[in-house]
């Protein structure tokens, strides 16, 4: 009958979809023992790019390593939920979006605290020269960001009200364009593209001046639980050379200099100039944070993003807590 | 009224086969809220937007939005592809000149050259509609050229044994024999400007239905996300069935050559 073959033929398009859907729960689940590594990083300026150039990951971490380049913690977040990369790199706000939605990773080392490396840029002749002239400006910065959470939080703690402003989401390199073309006035953003905003342009406020009012950013290191619970050696080296990168930086910063300019292709001195605009943790600072104030930083984000609309809830801080981890950093600083 | 024929359940079994393997697949728990969300998260994600609005405006000025720079680039498509096809068709010098930039530029993914137009045109709405232009333009032109180049040398013989001028042949034989062509290329366009939509909403926009979908997955909101589809999709079937309603009444004679 035509009508058995109909129904045949729906439910086993049900079943497919169902088994399809099934392929998108990587989360909660276990896994075995990995041969492989794959690490997610923005290239941003911190020891993981003195890793990089020494190709530590390839050589000392015992495993295969694969390291792919993203552009936003927003894409890192995407890879860490389908399962695509073991690690990733991310500042505050995604990783507390990605605490926020149950994505099942934890924080395991924070690359940076971020000072004026972030900076709120006017631009030379548009008339700013405080945060309240920024009414009626067009502001830019990649949406969901630290950058993107520190300007919200400059503009509230002066009481200007979202509204009075003009917020456009672009990612850095359109930010330039747009900056060039005269088509914002301001932009909250990171190096390289923050080096050439200020070459026409003047500094409002910075990552540094807000992180002293109580609004910290940093970026981090996040692994997949599932891959960490199954290949914690690996992740405790991971954090290993993490901390032998930081050493390089905090004690000899010519040598990181050279390293960091190389593997971003610029030059020595503007290498230099980024290293002093973040602050780097050494393995007791690293405890000392992770194990105190960290979840809570990672909970006033998600606070704030609920606060935005942008999430709609966030969870409690025993979840931030129990997502933050001190565990391979104290097993790294004893090997 | 025809009987519905067995190709309408079979339809209709596909859509229901989905959406019950979406209930299903949600329900048991066993997938995550980030990969599918529950239709319930959506209705209600629907319902809080509809009734508050998206990060600023309502939900209906950001599909207003939307579909104002689609109407706006897609007439201006209409009146300067439909000439310029024609034309091309009946005169192959024109088409000489006209063809080896859409040739060009057809095949490039939108992507590829709206950083170029944020550069000439700035962020604003120029740079949104010049792309969504550019993307509208190709297929109307090509299909208005083939359809004129389809035309049987009979109906222009035809006229001219009867004595029409260039001018007369023009309108009342090539436009009408072409319209159906036409068409094809005014449904191919608005399918093809609707898809670059979201792209065009991609660059510092602040409304749009593409760009409500592009930061809702900023902020892993899937529930908002597929909303935002799903109303694209409906979006988009109405759209074209609207240019499906408007070539029935001009062309009547459809199908009856």
């Known amino acids: ?335 | 009224m025809k009987k519905p024929k067995i190709e309408l359940y079979l339809s209709i079994i596909t859509v229901a086969a989905i959406i019950i393997a979406w209930f299903v697949a949600t329900s048991s728990g066993s997938v995550d809220q980030l990969f599918i969300p529950s239709p319930k998260s959506v209705w209600e994600s629907f319902l809080t937007i509809w009734r508050d609005g998206y990060k600023g405006s309502t939900l209906l000025q950001h599909l207003g939005t939307s579909m104002k720079r689609l109407v706006i680039a897609y007439l201006l498509c209409v009146v300067t592809a439909v000439p310029a096809g024609l034309i091309s068709g009946y005169n192959s010098k024109v088409r000489a000149l006209i063809e080896p930039i859409i040739e060009f530029y057809r095949p490039l993914p939108p992507l590829a050259y709206y950083t170029i137009l944020t550069l000439w045109m700035g962020i604003d709405e120029e740079s949104k509609l010049a792309l969504l232009y550019l993307a509208g333009f190709a297929p109307i032109y090509i299909s208005c050229v083939a359809g004129v180049i389809r035309i049987k040398e009979d109906y222009i013989n035809g006229a001219l044994t009867l004595g029409a001028n260039k001018r007369q042949i023009f309108f009342y034989v090539i436009f009408p024999a072409a319209l159906t062509d036409v068409f094809t290329g005014l449904r191919t366009a608005l399918g093809v400007e609707y898809t670059t939509l979201v792209a065009a909403e991609m660059v510092a926009a602040t409304a749009g239905i593409g760009w409500m979908v592009l930061d809702a997955s900023k902020y892993l909101r899937s529930d908002i996300v597929f909303m935002g589809v799903i109303i694209m999709g409906i979006t988009g079937i109405l759209l074209d069935k609207i240019i499906q309603l408007v070539e029935k009444q001009v062309i009547h004679w459809k199908g009856r050559n």
């Open chain 1, 1 to 335: 009958m035509k009508f058995t073959k109909i129904i045949a033929v729906a439910a086993a398009a049900v079943l497919t979809l169902t088994a399809f859907a099934g392929c998108g729960n990587k989360n909660g689940s276990s896994e075995s023992k990995s041969d492989k590594l794959v690490i997610g990083t923005l290239d941003l300026v911190n020891g993981d790019l003195i890793a990089q150039y020494e190709n530590w990951y390839t050589n000392e971490l015992g495993v295969k390593v694969e390291i792919i380049k993203f552009d936003s913690g927003k894409d890192i977040n995407s890879a860490l939920a389908s399962g695509s990369i073991d690690i990733g790199q991310e500042g505050t706000s995604p990783a507390a979006l990605a605490i926020s939605n149950g994505i099942d990773i934890e924080v395991i080392w924070i690359g940076d605290i971020i000072g004026s490396a972030e900076t709120l840029v006017a631009k030379n002749g548009a008339g700013i020269s405080s945060i309240q002239d920024l009414k009626g400006k067009k502001i830019a910065t990649p949406f969901a960001s630290t950058a993107h959470y520190s300007l919200l939080n400059a503009l509230k703690l002066e009481g200007i009200d979202e509204s009075e402003v003009t917020l456009l989401d672009m990612e850095t390199d359109k930010i330039n364009a747009a900056w060039q073309t005269g088509d914002i006035d301001a932009a909250y953003v990171w190096y390289p593209v923050l080096g050439e905003l200020l070459k026409d342009g003047v500094s409002i406020t910075d990552s540094k001046q807000l992180a002293d009012k109580g609004i910290v950013t940093a970026d981090t290191n996040v692994v997949r639980k599932a891959y960490a619970d199954a290949n914690p050696d690996v992740v405790t080296k991971f954090v290993e050379l993490q901390l032998k990168a930081n050493d390089i930086i905090n004690n000899d910063s010519d040598k990181a200099a050279e390293e960091i300019s190389k593997q971003l292709e610029i030059s020595k001195e503007d290498a230099a100039d980024q290293i002093t605009q973040f602050d780097y943790l050494n393995a007791d600072q690293q405890i000392e944070q992770l194990d105190n104030g960290f979840a809570g930083t990672l909970k006033d984000t998600a606070d704030f993003l609920v606060e935005q609309k942008s999430i709609t809830s966030a969870p409690d801080l025993k979840e931030f807590e129990s997502r933050v981890t001190s565990e391979f950093v104290k097993k790294a600083a004893a090997n």
